[in-house]
């Protein structure tokens, strides 16, 4: 197969033209205008790591086998529902976040003439997904599957993102709400399911295999999940915005980051005190006292301590699977975020 990447993006074109040429819908020239520069701004946009890692699986479960031309668009078809279900995810969330980056560039509804009609667009990437899947999967044995598989993860991401929300709610901030197993259960249901499991278990049922085999499977993924949004959690903070592609803004939205779930572990009555009056506040001055305390707190120790420990657990389970290609989809997946940068 050619370079992937590219062979990934022509798809994109392909699935693009069959939406911008939707027989349900009579588009005029400006429409399909609005949405072509929506589709591109939002959903190619990215790195596009969770949809070409669809095609990485499949690939890992054929063991070696050379992908058919159906079988290559088709994998490359389902990693771009997920790179829509991602772009619908943050479109919605940026607004819901009042962002103003992502991935290096102002969030979409920052931009000239978009604004709330930003909501609608979310609403469209949703459904793009169903109309992805219905005219490129409807005849495979594992379509009502797949439609299931993608419900069911969007409903899991859209409760974890409720936790999320009424977790950190504006109205009452209280510190006092926040721990390691709230923690937790935002990230397994508002990033894991989605990032980490849903790739692996469209490759597994293109494969042919009964996900209701697999929960094994699915629950190193989700702690992969948890591992992936610590790092998201200490980026945020500590990386460099140029090498991230977007401001962190945890502590000025009073995030349930693990950085200030380890912080209120470790501090004593003088820096809870500290954490209390200025987590959640958006002036420079309170954002560099939460920041000056989590190196007092040596959190940056405390981060690498926790990679180290989660790198040889998940090491440990993966080895253990009984399958040498679930091994190796599971170990690639693990490579591809030990120590990241971004």
Same mark, same amino acid.
């Given at each position: 197969?050619?370079?992937?990447?590219?062979?990934?993006?022509?798809?994109?074109?392909?699935?693009?033209?069959?939406?911008?040429?939707?027989?349900?819908?009579?588009?005029?020239?400006?429409?399909?205008?609005?949405?072509?520069?929506?589709?591109?701004?939002?959903?190619?946009?990215?790195?596009?790591?969770?949809?070409?890692?669809?095609?990485?699986?499949?690939?890992?479960?054929?063991?070696?086998?050379?992908?058919?031309?159906?079988?290559?668009?088709?994998? &490359?078809?389902?990693?771009?529902?997920?790179?829509?279900?991602?772009?619908?995810?943050?479109?919605?969330?940026?607004?819901?976040?009042?962002?103003?980056?992502?991935?290096?560039?102002?969030?979409?509804?920052?931009?000239?003439?978009?604004?709330?009609?930003?909501?609608?667009?979310?609403?469209?990437?949703?459904?793009?997904?169903?109309?992805?899947?219905?005219?490129?999967?409807?005849?495979?044995?594992?379509?009502?599957?797949?439609?299931?598989?993608?419900?069911?993860?969007?409903?899991?991401?859209? &409760?974890?993102?409720?936790?999320?929300?009424?977790?950190?709610?504006?109205?009452?901030?209280?510190?006092?709400?926040?721990?390691?197993?709230?923690?937790?259960?935002?990230?397994?249901?508002?990033?894991?399911?989605?990032?980490?499991?849903?790739?692996?278990? &469209?490759?597994?049922?293109?494969?042919?295999?009964?996900?209701?085999?697999?929960?094994?499977?699915?629950?190193?993924?989700?702690?992969?999940?948890?591992?992936?949004?610590?790092?998201?959690?200490?980026?945020?903070?500590?990386?460099?915005?140029?090498?991230?592609?977007?401001?962190?803004?945890?502590?000025?939205?009073?995030? &349930?980051?693990?950085?200030?779930?380890?912080?209120?572990?470790?501090?004593?009555?003088?820096?809870?005190?500290?954490?209390?009056?200025?987590?959640?506040?958006?002036?420079?001055?309170?954002?560099?006292?939460?920041?000056?305390?989590?190196?007092?707190?040596?959190?940056?120790?405390?981060?690498?301590?926790?990679?180290?420990?989660?790198?040889?657990?998940?090491?440990?389970?993966?080895?253990?699977?009984?399958?040498?290609?679930?091994?190796?989809?599971?170990?690639?997946?693990?490579?591809?975020?030990?120590?990241?940068?971004?």
């Amino acid at each position: 197969m050619a370079d992937l990447k590219s062979t990934f993006l022509d798809v994109y074109s392909i699935l693009k033209s069959d939406l911008l040429q939707d027989p349900s819908f009579e588009f005029t020239h400006e429409s399909r205008q609005w949405l072509e520069r929506m589709l591109d701004y939002n959903v190619r946009g990215g790195k596009l790591n969770r949809g070409l890692s669809v095609v990485d699986s499949y690939k890992l479960l054929k063991q070696g086998q050379d992908l058919t031309e159906k079988e290559a668009f088709l994998s &490359c078809a389902l990693g771009w529902c997920i790179e829509w279900l991602q772009a619908y995810f943050l479109v919605l969330d940026d607004i819901m976040d009042n962002s103003v980056t992502r991935r290096g560039q102002p969030c979409w509804f920052r931009k000239p003439k978009v604004g709330m009609i930003a909501i609608n667009d979310g609403i469209l990437l949703r459904n793009h997904i169903h109309r992805i899947l219905k005219k490129h999967f409807r005849e495979m044995p594992y379509y009502v599957d797949l439609v299931d598989l993608f419900n069911e993860v969007e409903f899991q991401t859209a &409760c974890g993102q409720m936790i999320d929300l009424i977790t950190t709610f504006d109205g009452e901030k209280d510190l006092s709400k926040y721990s390691l197993q709230i923690h937790r259960r935002i990230v397994q249901y508002k990033t894991a399911y989605y990032s980490f499991y849903l790739p692996v278990a &469209c490759a597994l049922l293109m494969a042919g295999e009964n996900l209701e085999n697999h929960t094994d499977v699915k629950n190193v993924l989700v702690d992969m999940g948890i591992y992936f949004q610590v790092q998201d959690d200490y980026l945020d903070c500590f990386a460099d915005p140029e090498t991230l592609g977007k401001i962190g803004t945890d502590i000025e939205d009073f995030k &349930c980051s693990w950085l200030v779930v380890k912080a209120l572990e470790r501090c004593n009555e003088e820096q809870t005190k500290i954490l209390y009056e200025n987590y959640g506040k958006a002036e420079p001055s309170n954002v560099a006292k939460v920041k000056a305390l989590y190196k007092e707190l040596d959190l940056e120790g405390a981060f690498m301590e926790y990679e180290k420990e989660s790198y040889e657990k998940l090491t440990k389970l993966i080895e253990a699977h009984q399958s040498k290609a679930i091994q190796a989809v599971l170990k690639s997946f693990l490579a591809k975020i030990y120590k990241r940068q971004k």
